[in-house]
């Protein structure tokens, strides 16, 4: 069998995270890591090549989809469009306000060399995307809600790191269980994200720092923290590194309706993940397959999870999906 | 808005929870319901036009989606083949074994014809088979696991009613909590269907029959108790129509498995329905958008769900899906 080649741009968790998952999936193989740092300081977690982004276009015939892993913030608006008139491309980006911008910039460059980008690929966005939209078409009258959580946000750990005597600090978002209950319920209300989750902070501060004023800063902090109920728990370096140092995430996607004749529904998906970035990439690399396999089709052009047919995405050969799956 | 244009075949629960469906979605509308029995004979849930299966033809150009809502014992095999030829369909083909011949009799036939079949669509298979793709692409190394209810097994049901004495019973398929919990700790265990459910009967016994013989029938009956895990009831006959009249069904599709790097992972989609007719044909409907779509791009031959991209299903917009739901 000929394996699926892929590359890898950007090596922080989510290119670890796809190295390990492409050594899961027998048709799939890493030709080569890209980075910008020098390629002999990155040590990587599985033996590969590692080369200089400024060698991008040598592998343009060597390498079937490149796995973009970095971030939203400014990584990948920089990249994507210009990587994929290389390759076909996969990527998690994820500045929801931005898509439909990142869409027709990321489209118009893969149908200028015939390339499929599929972009905004992971788990939110992503599963729960498709959880939404499927949940939504299979129930017409009723309501949608995404819980995040218990999960580690980056974002705010590193708004807590800010504050003036804060050595270390972990946040979690926390979905309320009494709210969650209610939704399954059926009782449908209304809710915005502030009601539907908590924040954990777990702090490390520096010796002699005033506590007190510490906790009120972080509780205090407009869009942060402000409006959620937050509690801030002071503990020592050892218990962070020793307690918190993964990066677990997850959530739930539920749709609560009604048919025309009054029959309660409830479709509930939930994810628990030990490793957010190591199940992001797991989802990246199952698109990558799917993109490989629309490229051959003669497909073109950028595509969401809303655009692959799930059968893309399966190592299964149809007649198998069919057989073992439908 | 030129309305998808549809038509039910067949008027039992399926039939009716189709009408109730396709009123909760503005772009649809049912031209005709077509039934085998005396049209005059028919009463409809919703008002509706009701002809004899024998007029079919004649609307061949008046119907964009005809929706089958027949058995998958005996009338699907006879009637799905048939009606593609005319029509574009979509069923709710369930026997497993069956699927690959049923696939190929009516790829060959739409293809004929130039129309889109869409079969074994519902919840199982359907969206459970969906989760189970999905999730399988999604991880690649890790145990899915399948649990069925609460809910009604009209199968079981019947087969407690053939006992000599029995005047009616409802039995209801039952999954394991215990064993539930055990998939969602990781542990990954080997499951048969008998292990990860149990059977509850509910026994309308005639009067002075002897029910120790009954409870005893019940549950060494090969194949649909002997090897689970049985409980009978025996109710009165007003009992049985306070407290199970519905037909509520639902289940849960488990995927647990880790990373190389052995993070662990747990996905997992429950759905809860009261009606499980009702909620099987809602989804008839969202494909039913699908197959519309998918026909007038050109598409032709036999689908499952797994050929069809999410996109199809959603009345919204791409542009909309993206901004709204992705």
């Not at 290389?86 to 027709?104: C, E, G, Q, R, W």
């Not at 777990?202 to 959620?228: C, H, S, T």
Request: charged share 25%.
């Amino acid at each position: 069998m000929q394996k699926i080649r892929l590359g890898i741009l950007g090596y922080g968790n989510l290119g670890r995270g796809v190295q390990y998952a492409a050594a899961q999936n027998a048709d799939m193989e890493v030709v080569a890591v890209f980075t910008r740092r020098d390629p002999s300081a990155v040590k990587t977690v599985l033996p590969v090549k590692v080369e200089s982004t400024a060698r991008l276009k040598e592998y343009a015939d060597k390498i079937d989809v490149m796995i973009l892993c970095g971030g939203s913030a400014t990584d990948l608006p920089e990249q994507s469009a210009e990587t994929v008139k290389l390759f076909n491309t996969v990527d998690s980006f994820d500045t929801h306000a931005k898509i439909p911008a990142y869409f027709d910039a990321l489209d118009a460059a893969a149908k200028q060399t015939g390339h499929v980008g599929a972009m905004s690929i992971g788990w939110d966005p992503g599963l729960f995307s498709l959880a939404r939209i499927y949940f939504g078409a299979s129930l017409a009258e009723g309501s949608t809600y995404t819980f995040w959580g218990k999960g580690v946000s980056q974002g705010h750990s590193d708004a807590i790191r800010r504050v003036a005597g804060v050595k270390d600090a972990r946040q979690y978002t926390v979905p309320v269980e009494s709210v969650l209950e209610r939704v399954r319920s059926g009782e449908n209300p209304e809710l915005s994200t502030r009601e539907k989750h908590t924040r954990e902070c777990y702090v490390v501060a520096e010796e002699g720092a005033d506590l007190a004023r510490i906790e009120k800063e972080i509780k205090e902090m407009p869009n942060y923290f402000a409006d959620y109920d937050t509690t801030v728990h002071f503990i020592s370096q050892e218990e962070l590194n020793r307690d918190h140092s993964g990066i677990p995430h997850g959530g739930f996607v539920l749709r609560s309706g009604k048919s025309a004749a009054d029959s309660k529904f409830l479709m509930e998906f939930s994810l628990k993940l030990d490793s957010n970035p190591e199940f992001t990439s797991s989802v990246l690399v199952a698109y990558a397959r799917a993109v490989y396999r629309l490229a051959k089709e003669g497909k073109t052009g950028a595509v969401t999870v809303f655009d692959v047919a799930p059968k893309y995405l399966s190592p299964l050969s149809e007649s198998e999906q069919r057989k073992q799956l439908l």
